[in-house]
Antibody, heavy 116, light 111 residues
Framework: EVQLVESEGGLVQPGGSLRLSCVAS????????MSWVRQAPGKGLEWVAN????????YYVDSVKGRFTISRDNAENSLFLQMNSLRVDDTAVYYC?????????WGQGTLVTVSS | DVVMTQSPLSLPVTLGQPASISCKSS???????????LNWFQQRPGQSPRRLIY???KRDSGVPDRFSGSGSGTDFTLKISRVEAEDVGFYYC?????????FGQGTRVEI
């Protein structure tokens, strides 16, 4: 059974930073592109970023470019999202998902709240 | 960015009856490899999204066969042949053909 488990999010002040992680099991992690998708409270889904199998290709939605960094550690079956210069409108549940655009498996999500 | 427009945004349904959700894209979703990267996701209340359909009409493992996807080019449809209580929630289409991947606004299915 494939499992993707995100780390706990939290409350961060505007301008602050937070690092999310996602640990994968039940799949050969190093064979997969991986993605982050977010969902603001009561809103729809928004793709945030993705990364290829060996971290040589990384892509971001325009609204997070220059502030967020996606990375991975294949030895630890882990995906990361470093979020800097956080804004109130970054408040959302963040999901990790497998695939570049396939998004066939999803984690349970973690809530990041940006507020003063 | 490619805009994905779903309709209706709210869909009252009757148990045992069919239901249909439309998804229209602002550009053709046919990729240069000939594939059409159009997914459908279900999000039950309080749960993570779950993929139901990929490449327009391919059903994921474990997805009941009452769910089907169809369409081509810019017009796509998700159909539920006979709605069950567990089908309540939000449904999203998503295109992966053009960068960045984009989702529809979501359709709320309620009994």
């Amino acid at each position: 059974e494939v499992q993707l488990v995100e780390s706990e999010g939290g409350l961060v002040q505007p301008g602050g930073s937070l690092r999310l992680s996602c640990v994968a099991s039940g799949l050969t992690f190093s064979d997969y592109w991986m993605s982050w998708v977010r969902q603001a409270p009561g809103k729809g889904l928004e793709w945030v970023a993705n990364i290829d199998q060996d971290a040589s290709e990384k892509y971001y939605v325009d609204s997070v470019k220059g502030r967020f960094t996606i990375s991975r550690d294949n030895a630890e079956n882990s995906l990361f999202l470093q979020m800097n210069s956080l804004r109130v409108d970054d408040t959302a549940v963040y999901y990790c998902a497998s695939g570049m655009v396939e998004l066939d498996y999803w984690g349970q999500g973690t809530l990041v709240t940006v507020s003063s | 960015d490619v805009v994905m427009t779903q309709s209706p945004l709210s869909l009252p349904v009757t148990l045992g009856q069919p239901a249909s959700i439309s998804c229209k894209s602002s550009q053709s979703l046919v990729y240069r490899d000939g594939n059409t990267y159009l997914n459908w996701f279900q999000q039950r209340p309080g749960q993570s999204p779950r993929r139901l359909i990929y490449k327009v009409s391919k059903r994921d493992s474990g997805v009941p066969d009452r769910f089907s996807g169809s369409g081509s080019g810019t017009d796509f449809t998700l159909k539920i042949s006979r709605v069950e209580a567990e089908d309540v929630g939000f449904y999203y289409c998503m295109q992966g053909t053009h960068w960045p991947p984009t989702f529809g606004q979501g359709t709320r299915v309620e009994i």
